[in-house]
């Protein structure tokens, strides 16, 4: 969908992309660029970087890139439409009239509408319905009034039919509702039955205010016991948190995860503002990473049982995987943080927080279960999975410190429970590049799915990149181009879209940005366009560069079968290697 090209100017000058990217990521300054933790994939060292000359943002690790809109669309999982509208909103700018919503955006209109009419209704039902056991069960909770109109806590009543009654009357239609799973397809496979009843409902809301999701509990026996909304265009499990909209204005760079929605609601009640939980499945990367734009500490409050300590060990991977502190609080005498807080209150929940133990003490702790360290054989096995535990931890000062720890509790030589956990990590990084090889060895020789031509013709792939990028720093000098070449020159199908994109827009604009490919191309798209500026920044490409580059091109076209396999390899890099570095 176009919009004006006035328009979008002002869009990026309101919506620097420094700026934006920072409310996400936690960026340091690097010369006029700034580099961070990359947001859309897990790792240590940062390789994400956002350049304020093109305004664009290009990831070394993962390639996702592009301008302040594919960033927005990316974040905030939102079609080309709704991301302008976000960031119109953000800069104080008014939408063009004229600009028309495309389908997928007006659905996702429609679903957000339906679930903030779904949320008000299963609200009144609650309050003032005639079936008063959601009120019943709350109260019997001990949640406060205040507590359940902050969460917009709800009911939904028996009848099978009384939600997608009340949206009927509204002009919402069976395929609107179906799309925001609120009411589930009769077996008829024409009539539609609502998906919650006899359930105390939660809605989930987004980091801008929208609900996009329920999840429903039983009251009495039956199963499921939890009923969640499936993912939808507006909602992905795997990339929210439940009260994350109130946890993120927590002052507080330290997180608190919970395993359910009642924890947490007892949790925020009892005055600790900074508590999230998953929605109805494990912790993903993805919530991991999005916990680490809000906080530096995690805090895991999961319940005691098993299946909470298993989960627990699960977070403690992917949480140290997105660079987060993590530490796990030891509760005694209380199955849950809701029940500990009913019968200890508020002050020994913070020193019982303020008292949580490091994940690695509590990974140590874990090697003790169903052994008998009294016994030789016992202690054995225990080293043994102390080892495996210690050759995790990658900094060597901090794995130092539980070295000296470990020895010292089992007694055993300093030395030689190092030299036993440097081998298990010699043995793992083995491993590791093993699989790399074998994954490797296991795809063609060149595989790329965006440009599968570079498998048979690199050179020319090369020298396409080439002209793109030179072309994103001299846009003026598209006129050249097009006078030595055609667009059938390019033997990329995805490179030539790129490059007929280009000179459509570029002759109308003042300046080349990366903008004007967002509403053209998609997200995986908009990454490998910006990687072509991102991985030739600091080269400088000539305007004898430029002629050599075409040169390829219009030899391959002339005489692709002769000149297939004419060049050398080294052909392409002695043009590259007439290039000098700034």
Known sequence: MAFPDEFLYQLKLANPVDSVISSYVNLKRSGHDAVGLCPFH???TPSFHVYNDTQSFYC???????????????IENLEYIEAVKLLAQRGG?????????NKAAMLKKRIYEINRETANFYFRQLVSGADKRGLQYFAGRKLRPETIKKYGLGYAPSGWHTLSTHLHSLGFTNREMLAADVVRLGKDEKSVYDTFRERVIFPIIDLRGNVIAFGGRILGDGSPKYLNTSETPVFQKKRNLFSLNFAKNSPLKRMILAEGYMDVIAINQAGFENVVATLGTSLTGEQARILKTYADDVIIAYDSDSAGQKATQRAINLLSEAGLNTRIIKMEGAKDPDEFLKKFGPHRFKLLLDNSDGAINF????CKEGLDTETDTGKVE????SVKVLSMIYNRLERDVYISRVARENDISIDILRAQIDSEIKKRRNSEKKSEWTAIKSKPYYSDPLVPEASKALK????EEGILAYLFRYPDK??????SMTDDCFITEFYRRVYNVLCMKIQNINAFSFSIFSDEFNNEEMGRITGIEAKNKEIVITEQNLHDYIKILLDYKNNPIKNKDSYSDDDLLNIVSSKKRK
């Not at 700018?93 to 919503?101: A, Y």
């Not at 225990?382 to 999975?385: D, G």
């Not at 020319?460 to 020298?463: I, L, N, S, W």
Request: aromatic share 4%.
């Open 478 to 483: 598209i006129e050249t181009v097009m006078s």
């Open 42 to 44: 897990s790792e240590k």
């Open 460 to 463: 020319e792939v090369k020298a």
């Open 93 to 101: 700018l008014d939408v063009p009239e004229d600009s028309r919503d």
């Open 363 to 366: 990974e140590l702790a874990k």
């Open 60 to 74: 070394f690790g993962c390639g996702a890139g592009g301008d302040v809109i594919t960033f927005i669309k990316r």
């Open 382 to 385: 225990l080293l043994k999975r």
